[in-house]
């Protein structure tokens, strides 16, 4: 969070004169009348001064808008310019490190560095500047890896050292680079050998995920390589033997893969391996996103479970991207439970948000477990249990029946529970929700309102079994010609304008899946000045999403459409 500027230091009398009107000053009086005539000045000067009248306190509606509005209050963003890929976080001495991929020149130069943040509890990070500057040995910028402590100094910078194995680019030319750290992972110089992995002669060749393979003694490289994730093994992380690749046709060009082991239910006796990467969804009417796969690793090559389905999705909303999971060393059973974090953002839209002198934000870190899901395995996630000490003054409600309106009549629906959000801009609201009697489509929405107008939509469609969310382009309307400068938009036709296909992306619903024939939805939000992340029924399905509301007082709405809901607990929290 931002903190308030020092109050200035106050200047006397003689040090707030030029150094010629000090001397005309002492020239044209004696010295004791000028020490007298200073001496009275800096009295007054020094005074207590009255304190203004004391004004009725105002609501939090009321007062006036941060400095900057979409600055978030608890996901890390750069202080300026851009970010995006987050790198694997790595605990040393008791303090999460992480990076992220910056671009100190936005948007007038290219090419990344990767700049450094720390964070006691994975909920409020402090920035610590950048870590490996871009174009310093000769191959170009940094782009995503790995970042890990060698406990074994396996690598040649000696026990304990932190290491990174990164992704190079020179002359559209990736290779993978090593570098090594002696100050804890807070700057890092280049290995000698650099690159120790030449490209091989392909476009894509980049976003190395290292991996420690306990049971067989080496060390594991994910590599995206275009439409196929490639498998190496190296003993010294040095040399590395091409295994074996994975491709899932229809997901585009892959990127920032990951791999790591997690416990079926927590069972020791039931591991799974998890392979995880950056994917392209337009085939099925999404966006980018993460795909993860549930298989079996065997030293060699990835096998997923035949009872999977091809691939599922780790978020279903459009903004959570390049993503990684990663272990907290104190943990005694690391294969139970990781931390998840994916970059908040879309490339349909990611040049041109109206964040002004930053764009990019992480988002929340969650806590994922791998459970058992229709024979099969999938993904649920919840947000770190830190995130709840950041919460403060709650609001809540008792429970109560939302009517609707009239099918099919104009105007806003029946009866709905309405509530000031609280000020700040970042909160948390838990709610359960139920259908009422009736065979027709009911949906439950709750709105997020600026200026009494809609700028999100998250709800339930009870009929379907699915979540959703929708955004409201209200931030773009007028003439802030914030989307003029679409430069690309994925999956954009040659019909439409970047500027329409990036609008059409932003508008699109986003749906999740919910427990089939549920009668009762538990939906927990957390919104923060510019996005909002959706939990549904515990973290069996997340929808994670951007928003820019524009100006006005900021309010909710939880109301029914179809048919009756029940609205059975409300409670909502400042998060700080």
């Not at 009295?43 to 001064?49: C, E, I, K, N, Y």
């Not at 700057?187 to 992995?197: C, E, G, K, V």
């Not at 993904?379 to 919460?391: I, K, Q, R, T, Y």
């Not at 709105?447 to 107008?453: C, R, V």
Request: aromatic share 8%.
């Amino acid at each position: 969070m931002a903190q308030s500027p020092p109050a200035p230091r106050r200047r006397s009398f003689l040090a707030s004169l030029t150094p010629r009107a000090r001397r005309l000053l002492l020239a044209a009086a004696g010295g004791a009348v000028v020490l007298a005539a200073v001496l009275a000045l800096v009295l007054a000067t020094l005074a207590p001064q009255p304190s203004p009248a004391p004004t009725a306190p105002e609501s939090a509606q009321a007062q006036p808008e941060p400095a900057d509005p979409y600055r978030p209050v608890f996901h890390n963003t750069p202080p300026e310019a851009w970010m995006n890929d987050p790198q694997r976080p790595l605990l040393v001495d008791g303090v999460w490190q992480a990076y992220y991929l910056y671009n100190a020149d936005h948007p007038h130069g290219n090419g990344t560095s990767w700049r450094r943040m720390s964070s006691t509890d994975l909920v409020h990070w402090k920035d610590e500047g950048v870590a490996i500057e871009k174009f310093q040995n000769g191959l170009g910028d940094i782009e995503t890896g790995t970042a890990f402590v060698d406990e074994e100094g396996t690598a040649g910078f000696g026990r304990g050292a932190v290491v990174a194995i990164l992704t190079q680019q020179h002359d559209g030319v990736q290779r993978q680079s090593l570098f090594g750290s002696a100050d804890g992972g807070r700057t890092f110089r280049s290995d000698t050998a650099n690159p120790i992995m030449e490209n091989p002669g392909q476009h894509d060749w980049r976003d190395p995920r290292v991996v420690r393979d306990e049971a067989r003694g080496q060390w594991v490289m994910a590599l995206a390589e275009g439409p196929k994730i490639g498998f190496y093994a190296s003993t010294d992380l040095r040399s590395w033997t091409y295994t074996s690749g994975f491709e899932s046709p229809g997901l585009g060009t892959l990127e920032c893969p990951d791999l790591f082991e997690l416990t079926l239910d927590g069972d020791p006796q039931r591991p799974r391996w998890v392979l995880m990467a950056g994917a392209n969804g337009a085939a099925e009417s999404r966006t980018t996103g993460t795909a993860y796969w549930v298989g079996q690793w065997d030293g060699k090559q990835f096998v997923p479970d035949q009872a999977q389905p091809s691939h599922r999705w780790a978020d279903d909303g459009p903004d959570f991207y390049a993503a990684l999971a990663w272990a907290d060393p104190r943990v005694a059973d690391q294969r139970a439970s990781r931390y998840l974090m994916g970059w908040m953002n879309n490339w349909a839209y990611a040049r041109n948000v109206p964040t002004g002198a930053w764009m990019g934000a992480d988002s929340a870190v969650r806590t994922v477990r791998l459970v058992t899901d229709d024979g099969g395995a999938r993904l649920a996630s919840e947000p770190v249990p830190a995130l709840g000490d950041a919460e403060g003054a709650e609001t809540t409600a008792e429970a109560q029946t939302l009517s609707p309106g009239s099918p099919g009549s104009p105007g806003p629906p029946g009866p709905a529970f309405e509530a000031d959000q609280p000020g700040g801009g970042a909160f948390v609201l838990d709610t359960e929700l139920t259908r009422g009697p009736g065979e027709d489509r009911i949906e439950a929405r709750i709105q997020l309102l600026a200026g009494g107008e809609p700028y999100a939509t998250v709800g339930y469609d009870f009929a379907r079994g699915q979540a959703f969310v929708v955004r409201d382009d209200a931030f773009a309307r007028g003439d802030s010609g914030v989307w003029d400068n679409a430069a690309e938009a994925a999956g954009a036709a040659a019909a439409r304008t970047p500027k329409e296909a990036s609008l059409e992306a932003y508008r699109a619903l986003r749906t999740s899946p919910g427990e089939p024939g549920a009668e009762t939805v538990r939906l927990r939000l957390y919104v923060d000045r510019s996005s909002v992340e959706v939990f549904v029924d515990g973290g069996r399905s997340t929808l994670t999403a951007l928003t820019f509301p524009p100006a006005g007082e900021r309010s909710l709405r939880v109301e029914a459409v179809g048919g009756a809901v029940r609205m059975g607990t409300f409670r909502m929290a400042a998060v700080k």
